[in-house]
């Protein structure tokens, strides 16, 4: 006879008395269980200050939100556990962050104001470990050692070569032993990764392996990690020729979020972000593609510096308003799904075929070329299945353009297409769940795309856009 399947079996609530836990039969009753399996052992005690994940009950009695099952026949005992894993981190916009008088760099991760009081009436010198990317720390390096010299930190800038050509496990290794030589405090000190979604990514997973998790500040220096990797949970590293096969769920304590060091990149980096931004448009904001179609090149201009307020609509200026959209909508669709149990995943538009193609054209495609390709080629999928009108497909491809963004690779080939959706089948529990815009700012998940319907799509694709990177005119793309 199996031990499985046969239910939860007994619920038991998890009670903590002056520091020692133990189970309570039933849903948050008083009745002790004073032996047994699992029991916690008498005569111990600890802190009595209630941990994450409970609820105060009777006078000195904390309440877990975890339960025990035990169920059992004649061949065994099997316990289950559930246990609620909550986390939670901040995403802060602000200016100047590296001013001498802003402390939002040392200090903006902390949500309570009377953890911050203690914090910074503490006589404990102030510690961090800073990863930088090479190329930001030309820029910025001797601001930030300025801006922590003047707080009287005691530091390490660690600077580092992150890109995707080396987003590797050697990398993260060399972060681990050096923040093994530095040594902080696995609460207090929290580790800051400065740069783009590269750094930031490599970052987080060596702050996850490190102690099992060190709490870490992304401050992303792009457009594209500013509105996408720095506000979810995901980290990692390309392993074996695959884009992030290794990689955890581990959120920063707070993404600190300055639009200052944009103005510093170069414009085809800039273009770069666009095609993120696009994406949540695309999906879920009417408005934001609208915001793009008409402001997409002045934002590139300007380097999505805060300029005038938009004429006659009282809005704030359009690089204010197109972020802060693009990274509402962003946490509205991660925040639910911090951990991807639900694979139905919107902001996956974009990334079923770029993954594999951006491995494949390394240097030549940045992240969001590769993922504006998808999702061109996704657009011409969606208008085979009824889903757009020529016409929107025409918006949607002209709106792309006038971001410079590519529409089209010959590196995409028929073969890598099929690969890409072979793997994203693995990916996806055995369905394709493809986000496909449904409208302009509207979107569904499918999985019922059959091959001939893919086939007269990619052929159309490439016949319409394929003469080059950049696609065909305007007038050239059919209605």
């Known amino acids: 006879m199996s031990l499985t399947g046969t239910g939860p079996g007994t619920e038991f609530s998890l009670i903590r008395t002056n520091g020692t836990w133990s189970r309570r039969a039933g849903p948050g009753t008083n009745k002790p269980v004073t032996s047994g399996p699992g029991t916690s052992p008498p005569g111990t005690s600890g802190p009595s200050t209630s941990p994450p994940g409970t609820t105060g009950g009777p006078a000195g009695e904390h309440l877990s939100q975890a339960k025990l099952y035990q169920c059992s026949n004649g061949y065994g005992v099997t316990w289950t556990v559930e246990s609620p894993v909550v986390f939670s981190y901040r995403v802060v916009e602000c200016e100047k962050l590296l001013d001498m008088?802003?402390?939002?760099?040392?200090?903006?991760?902390?949500?309570?104001?009377?953890?911050?009081?203690?914090?910074?009436?503490?006589?404990?010198?102030?510690?961090?470990?800073?990863?930088?990317?090479?190329?930001?720390?030309?820029?910025?390096?001797?601001?930030?050692?300025?801006?922590?010299?003047?707080?009287?930190?005691?530091?390490?800038?660690?600077?580092?070569?992150?890109?995707?050509?080396?987003?590797?496990?050697?990398l993260v290794s060399r972060i681990l032993k050096e923040l093994q030589r530095f040594g902080i405090d696995r609460r207090l000190e929290p580790i800051?990764?400065?740069?783009?979604?590269?750094?930031?990514?490599?970052?987080?997973?060596?702050?996850?392996?490190?102690?099992?998790?060190?709490?870490?500040?992304?401050?992303?220096?792009?457009l594209l990690s500013y509105i996408d990797a720095s506000v979810g949970a995901k980290n990692g590293v390309n392993f074996c020729g695959c884009k992030n096969r290794l990689g955890s769920y581990t959120p920063p304590v707070a993404a600190l979020l300055d639009r200052g060091f944009i103005k510093s990149l170069p414009r085809r980096h800039i273009a770069n972000g666009l095609a993120e931004m696009?994406?949540?448009?695309?999906?879920?904001?009417?408005?934001?593609?609208?915001?793009?179609?008409?402001?997409?090149?002045?934002?590139?201009?300007?380097?999505?510096?805060?300029?005038?307020?938009?004429?006659?609509?009282?809005?704030?200026?359009p690089a204010s308003l197109a972020t802060r959209v693009a990274i509402v909508t962003m946490l509205e669709e991660l925040a639910p799904n911090l951990w991807e149990d639900d694979l139905d995943r919107l902001v996956d538009f974009g990334h079923v075929i770029s993954p594999e193609l951006e491995m494949v054209a390394l240097p030549e495609l940045l992240h969001g070329e590769a993922v504006c390709v998808d999702m061109a080629l996704m657009v011409f999928v969606s208008r085979e299945r009824g889903f757009l009108s020529g016409d929107e497909l025409r918006r949607i491809i002209s709106c792309m353009k006038s971001l410079e963004l590519p529409v089209w690779d010959s590196q995409c080939s028929e073969d890598l297409l099929h690969s890409a959706l072979s793997a994203r089948l693995t990916h996806c529990g055995g369905a394709l769940r493809l986000p496909l815009p449904t409208g302009l700012g509207t979107a569904g998940i499918f999985s019922d795309l059959d091959p001939p319907t893919l086939s007269r799509a990619y052929q159309n694709w490439c016949s319409e856009l394929g003469s080059g990177r950049s696609g065909l005119s305007e007038s050239e793309i059919s209605n």
């Open 278 to 317: 696009l994406k949540m448009a695309l999906m879920k904001h009417k408005g934001l593609f609208e915001l793009l179609e008409k402001e997409g090149r002045g934002l590139l201009d300007s380097a999505f510096q805060s300029s005038d307020t938009i004429s006659g609509c009282g809005c704030t200026d």
């Open 101 to 170: 008088s802003n402390d939002t760099l040392l200090f903006g991760h902390v949500g309570d104001a009377e953890e911050l009081r203690v914090l910074k009436e503490s006589s404990k010198p102030l510690r961090r470990f800073v990863i930088i990317d090479e190329t930001v720390n030309e820029i910025y390096g001797a601001q930030v050692e300025a801006y922590l010299k003047s707080w009287q930190v005691i530091y390490k800038l660690l600077p580092l070569p992150t890109t995707e050509q080396n987003k590797s496990l050697e």
């Open 192 to 222: 800051v990764a400065i740069g783009g979604g590269v750094c930031l990514d490599v970052a987080g997973l060596a702050a996850s392996l490190y102690r099992r998790r060190t709490p870490y500040v992304r401050v992303p220096t792009t």
